[in-house]
């Protein structure tokens, strides 16, 4: 690995950039200016609205939830009514059930665990690294992923500990900041890294950030959802908080705007989705995801929503104000319409004319009805619905995701009746999405010839395996989240079980294998961070739903469509 030498200069500035390189590698930025201790953190415990209204009831039923904030640029944040600053409660070590009764022994666990995962840099703890399995080849295991960040970044803040979330967010700005280069091509100024790491120098006894913004990654692949992810991560730190100070940072304002103008720009597009390469987002490998993959469009439209809680209403922040605020309308129409299946919806397709041109067309993308895979006949239940993976022209990828499905309720992309149906889905499908643990990252595998077309024969997403197929503990906090939104909290307590049963025992993995998640994925790393706060995450949302509020936005009904009458609703 070849490292890339860089001047930063007295404003943070970069020059002197030498670039035929993997990485790139940062001395540390002054943010000494920033106040040490967020200025309004509250760690009181509030509980002032019913909790049970959050597990008994879906949100739009809720009326503690259902008050409007004045401020047009608030309007889209509706969770303030159930906001609760970060608590403390068993101090900064592992924290007790407030309900008093014995926490499950994996509890303390996995806290212990995930402390061994803590990265820090001059002193300060920034990160966790993705996975702490000295068995297995480290490969870039070793990094602080910002995609992997997150679940823990949620388990310190639920727990009161705010400080590695602001660090992490304020150094990863840092790294936003480089000059990004592939051989000879420059990345957009807003790409935010795929991971970063930290190298000690013993000689010169001095520490550095090295980034990786996808040009060491396998593949070349494009971080598209870190940038998203990041976005997201700042909200959650203000929710949990109560301290705006971090998010009005002049920096922080910046860093939104950049990474908002990637994907606000106006081009040759005719839809209102993220255009994206293969291996984009979590399955960060060639699955055949490229087009409009439901992860990156359900992540966007979250990154939107948050963002229009946090940017400030000044002349530049207006501006992008305006333009997420179109971009939102056009992108949920998009979505709720023509990504959305539910049993009459594949009905049409089914009976679908081709060749149709002009505004009156019913079938905008010529999909052809011939290439509508056998199995979604059968997995289609009778009520329930989802998003369905991928819509372009003449493609429609009905595989089922999880991660886009999850954020597409928490972000309520999903209409409340959509996010219904979804939850539906998973209890109707449950065999075939949780089986026999949580939860499939895709349904169904891809296998033989398509197999080999699609992923291009890779070793690793053999079909039932890792990002083909695969059950990935993590996203248990996503349906947690949902499950909690959506009032079915009972469904998330019947996945955490079933986790319970295996997760410590096979010490955390990264996946599991096979139909129904049986075996401990082929290659699956062991102490998987985000296996390990995903689950913490969950426990700590079902024991305090009010948690949810720095996940979730709730519905902004300004935004609802027209919708057709549907099967599932
Ligand atoms: C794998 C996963 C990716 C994750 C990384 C680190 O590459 O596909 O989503 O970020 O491992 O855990």
């Known amino acids: 690995m070849s490292t890339l030498s860089v001047d930063v200069t007295q404003n943070g500035s970069i020059s002197n950039v030498d670039s035929s390189c993997s990485m790139a590698e940062i001395e540390e930025y002054d943010f000494s200016r920033l106040p040490d201790r967020p200025k309004n953190l509250n760690m009181e415990r509030q509980r002032s609205f019913d909790e049970r209204s959050l597990i008994d009831m879906p949100l739009g039923l ?15 944040d509706q969770f303030d009514s159930i906001f609760t ?17 014995e926490p499950h022994p994996m509890i303390s666990e996995a806290w212990d665990s995930l402390r061994r995962t803590l ?21 870039n295991y070793d990094q602080v992923f910002v995609r992997d960040f997150v679940p823990s970044a949620l388990a310190f803040l639920m727990n009161g500990e705010p400080e590695i979330v602001k660090n992490f967010i304020l150094k ?9 280069k592939i ?30 913004f996808g040009e060491s990654a396998i593949g070349r692949v494009a971080p598209v959802d870190s940038g998203f992810w990041w976005i997201f991560l700042l909200r959650a730190y203000t929710k949990s908080t109560g301290d705006s100070s971090l998010a009005e940072m002049p920096e922080c304002q910046k860093g939104m705007r950049l990474i908002l103008s990637l994907c606000l720009s106006e081009g040759f597009d005719t839809f209102p989705t993220l255009l994206c390469a293969d291996g984009c987002c ?19 439209f979250l990154a939107l929503r948050c963002a229009l809680t946090l940017l400030k209403q000044d002349a530049e922040g207006k501006e992008f104000v305006d333009r997420i605020v179109k971009r939102l309308h056009a992108l949920s129409y998009h979505m709720r319409s023509y990504f959305w299946l539910d049993l009459k919806q594949l009905n049409d397709i089914y009976r679908y004319k081709t060749e149709e041109y002009s505004h009156t067309a019913v079938n905008k993308f010529n999909v ?24 372009g022209p003449s493609k429609m990828d009905f595989r089922w995701f999880c991660l886009g499905n999850c954020i597409a309720i928490l972000a309520s992309l999903a ?8 939850m539906d889905l998973i209890e109707s499908r449950w065999e075939e999405l949780v089986g026999e643990m949580p939860l499939k990252v895709c349904y169904p595998a891809i296998e033989s010839h398509e197999w080999r077309i699609v992923t291009g024969c890779d070793p690793k997403n053999t079909r039932w395996s890792y990002h083909n197929g695969g059950s990935w503990p993590v996203l248990l906090w996503l349906l947690t989240a949902a499950c909690i939104k959506t009032g079915r909290p009972q469904i998330a307590r019947r996945a955490i079980e079933l986790a319970e049963t295996r997760l410590s025992k096979d010490s955390w993995p990264e996946y599991y294998d096979g139909k129904v998640g049986r075996y401990i994925g082929k290659q699956a790393r062991k102490f998987q961070t985000w296996s390990i706060a995903g689950y913490l995450v969950a426990k700590m949302m079902l024991e305090d739903p009010s948690h949810l509020g720095m996940v979730a936005l709730e519905e902004d009904k300004q935004m609802r469509p027209a919708m057709k009458r549907s099967a599932s609703f």
């Open 62 to 76: 809720s009326p503690h939830l259902s008050s409007r904030a004045e401020n047009p640029s608030r309007v889209i």
């Open 85 to 101: 600053p970060g608590r403390m409660s068993g101090g900064f070590n592992t924290p007790r059930s407030q309900f008093g009764f």
């Open 183 to 212: 051989d000879r091509f420059q990345l957009g100024e807003g790409v935010m890294p795929a991971s970063f790491k930290v190298l000690h120098d013993p000689v010169r006894n001095t520490e550095t950030l090295m980034a990786d």
């Open 415 to 422: 209409t409340p009746e959509q996010s219904t149906a979804i």
């Open 282 to 300: 979590m399955i960060d490998r060639r699955m055949g995801v490229y087009g409009y993959p439901i992860e990156i469009q359900a992540l966007f």
């Open 368 to 391: 052809i009805p011939d290439s509508l895979p056998e199995w979604v006949f059968d997995f289609m239940p009778t009520h329930g619905g989802y998003f369905i993976g991928n819509v």
């Open 119 to 139: 990265v820090y840099f001059r002193g300060q703890p920034v990160g966790t690294i993705a996975a702490l399995d000295s068995s297995e080849e480290k490969l």
């Open 172 to 180: 990863t700005l840092r790294l936003q900041s480089w000059e990004k």
